[in-house]
């Protein structure tokens, strides 16, 4: 009797933490539909990156010579009689949830899209869609120009010396894999800025008050990154900035919007009065 009781309240709880008020047929019903939803996406996406890992695993040979091919002048060996096959694993994983990261996205949007209003799908599907795309966009950039030019500075510095640069398999791989993924956090930059300036935390007031502490440490991390030329610090340095005026940009369009609506808002309320 007491082991019911105390099952109906559980069930009750959990019925209140969704919404629900009262414990009706109706209420039930739609809790048993949502987390069965939840259930075949979550099936959904578990199955998406297995095979993706898949896909990886059967070509970590070959993508590990591409990795390979953009640090001339190392020379790689494995210290263990495993390693080999763990960093091929490795990769695979990263290269897993790289394939199926916009099934995932997708995935978990189809699941919070009903509850959301239109004006809240519109925001949430333009921040995903856009925040995916730059973290796309700076792990290239991290591979096709960061990547390079650190490679070749290190090897560089190797010059007149008797010490050959030899480097374990498994530490490139996460090497690279740090780095791609760094740059590409990095490179979220100005949806982090929209996101904060639409819930108040950030204003372009304060974007430009530390608008120089911003560019000194942009160039100082070029210059910790890359060579000492100017070339290569520029080359790293400047989309960084890009991305840092472009969300002082988004700031002041999203903190004007905000500045009418309230004012909209306000005078609807005075009018009421």
Not at 147 to 159: E, H, S
Not at 250 to 258: A, G, M, W
Request: charge should be positive; glycine fraction near 6%.
């Amino acid at each position: 009797m007491e082991l019911e009781k105390e099952t109906g309240r559980s069930r009750t709880a959990v019925l209140k933490r969704f919404g629900f008020r009262k414990e009706t047929q109706e209420c039930r019903m739609s809790l048993v539909s949502h987390l069965e939803e939840f259930r075949k996406r979550l099936v959904a996406c578990i199955i998406c990156f297995f095979a993706a890992v898949l896909i990886c695993l059967g070509q970590a040979a070959w993508l590990t010579e591409r990795l390979m091919e953009k640090a001339q002048g190392f020379q790689f060996v494995y210290i263990a009689p495993t390693e080999l096959v763990l960093s091929y694993v490795r990769l695979a994983l990263t290269g897993g949830v790289s394939l199926a990261c916009p099934v995932m996205l997708y995935q978990i949007w189809g699941f919070i899209r009903p509850g959301l209003t239109r004006r809240e799908r519109q925001s949430c599907f333009v921040i995903l869609t856009f925040g995916m795309l730059l973290f796309l966009i700076g792990a290239a950039f991290a591979f096709e120009i960061v990547l390079p030019i650190t490679l070749l500075f290190f090897a560089g510095m190797n010059a007149g010396q008797t010490i050959s640069p030899m480097v374990s398999i498994e530490s490139y791989i996460s090497f690279v894999s740090t780095t791609l993924v760094t740059f590409g956090i990095v490179f979220e930059l100005p949806v982090v800025v929209i996101m904060l300036t639409r819930i108040g935390l950030l204003n372009p007031a304060m974007l430009r008050k530390n608008r120089k502490y911003v560019i000194l440490a942009v160039f100082v991390l070029a210059a910790f990154i890359t060579p000492p030329d100017v070339t290569s610090q520029i080359l790293v340095a400047f989309p960084m900035l890009f991305l840092f005026e472009i969300s002082l940009l988004l700031s002041r369009i999203l903190f004007r919007k905000r500045l009418k609506r309230e004012m909209q808002v306000n005078g609807q309320e005075a009018g009421d009065v």
